[in-house]
C-alpha cells in the first residue's frame, strides 16, 4: 500500500463534544496531544457521553495553550475553561475504570454544561495522563495509559472502508440514511489509499515518524447512529455493521491503537503497514 496517506487528523477536547480538525498533532503515550483530556460526569461521578446525551454532538471545544479550552454551543455563550491545577481530585468512572480527575475551577463549566443538556453534568480533567489511567492490560504493555478515550490512546479508520460500509448501507434498508460522514466514527486518524477492510490484518503502523501497535478492531456503539451536526439519531450505520461486520460478537469499524514512541503526526503523512 505505497499510496497509504494520512487524510485527516481530529481531537476531541471534551470527551463526547464535536471533533476538533487539526492539520498536525503531536502524539503522545497516551493519545494525541489535547485528545480527551476533559469529560463530562453525571452526579454518581459516572462518564456521560453522547449514548445518554446526543446533544453533546452540538457542544465545541477549542483547545487553549497550557490545556484550557473555549466551549461553544448553539444558543449559548461561548465560556473559557482554564485547565485546574493543584490538589483536589476526585474519583471519576469511565465505564469500568475508576480514575482519578480534577473538577473544572468555580461552577461556570458545569453550569454550562448543565443547562445545554437539561441535566446535572460536572466537567473534570485528566492533570496526569501518565499515570492515572492503565490500558485495558489484556491488551496493553506495562505502563501505557489512556486519557479519557473510550478505551485505547488513538482509533485509526480508513476512507476506503467507510465507502464500503456506505455502499452496504446503500443497498440496505435504511438506505435513505447514508451516505454517512466519517465524523459519525469519531477517530483520530484517517487514512485514505488502502483497500477496504484492509485494517483487520495490520498489527503495526508508522505514521510519517511515529509507530503504532494496531491493538483490536473497535466495537461500535449508538454514537455512530448520531448524526454530529443535529444530533438526530438513525438505525445506521449499526444495521449494516451487524449484517457485515460482527467479530467476537462486536459491531466493529476501525481500529484502536497505541503509540510506540512520541512524535507529530501531519495531514499527507506517509503510512507504512510495518506488519
Not at 13 to 28: D, W
Not at 155 to 181: M, Q, R, Y
Not at 208 to 233: H, I, L, M, N, S
Not at 234 to 257: A, C
Amino acid at each position: 500500500m505505497a499510496n497509504a496517506r494520512l487524510q485527516s487528523i481530529h481531537v476531541h477536547p471534551v470527551k463526547a463534544t464535536r471533533s476538533l480538525s487539526l492539520l498536525e498533532a503531536a502524539v503522545e503515550p497516551w493519545g494525541l496531544a489535547g485528545d480527551r483530556r476533559w469529560m463530562l460526569i453525571d452526579d454518581g461521578g459516572k462518564v456521560v457521553t453522547q449514548r445518554q446525551q446526543p446533544r453533546l454532538a452540538l457542544a465545541a471545544a477549542e483547545l487553549l495553550p497550557g490545556g484550557g479550552v473555549v466551549l461553544s454551543a448553539p444558543g449559548r455563550e461561548p465560556l473559557t475553561v482554564p485547565a485546574p491545577r493543584g490538589a483536589g481530585t476526585v474519583v471519576v468512572e469511565v465505564f469500568r475504570d475508576k480514575v482519578e480527575a480534577l473538577p473544572a475551577a468555580g461552577e461556570a463549566a458545569h453550569s454550562w454544561f448543565s443547562a445545554l443538556l437539561g441535566a446535572s453534568v460536572r466537567l473534570v480533567y485528566l492533570d496526569e495522563p501518565a499515570t492515572r489511567r492503565p490500558v485495558d492490560p489484556r491488551y496493553a504493555l506495562p505502563g501505557e495509559t489512556v486519557s479519557f478515550a473510550d478505551g485505547f490512546p488513538l482509533l485509526l479508520t480508513t476512507t476506503a472502508s467507510l465507502d464500503a460500509l456506505n455502499s452496504l448501507i446503500a443497498g440496505g434498508e435504511h438506505a435513505d440514511e447514508g451516505p454517512l460522514p466519517m465524523n459519525r466514527f469519531r477517530p483520530n486518524v484517517v487514512v485514505a489509499g488502502t483497500d477496504p477492510w484492509a485494517e483487520d490484518g495490520w498489527s503495526r503502523v508508522t505514521v510519517g515518524e511515529v509507530a503504532f501497535r494496531v491493538v483490536k478492531p473497535c466495537g461500535r456503539c449508538v454514537v455512530t447512529t448520531t448524526d454530529q451536526g443535529t444530533a438526530g439519531r438513525g438505525r445506521e450505520p449499526l444495521h449494516s455493521l451487524g449484517r457485515h461486520r460482527r467479530i467476537d460478537g462486536k459491531l466493529v469499524f476501525g481500529q484502536n491503537l497505541v503509540p510506540v514512541g512520541r512524535g507529530t503526526v501531519r495531514v499527507g503523512d506517509p503510512v507504512r503497514i510495518v506488519e
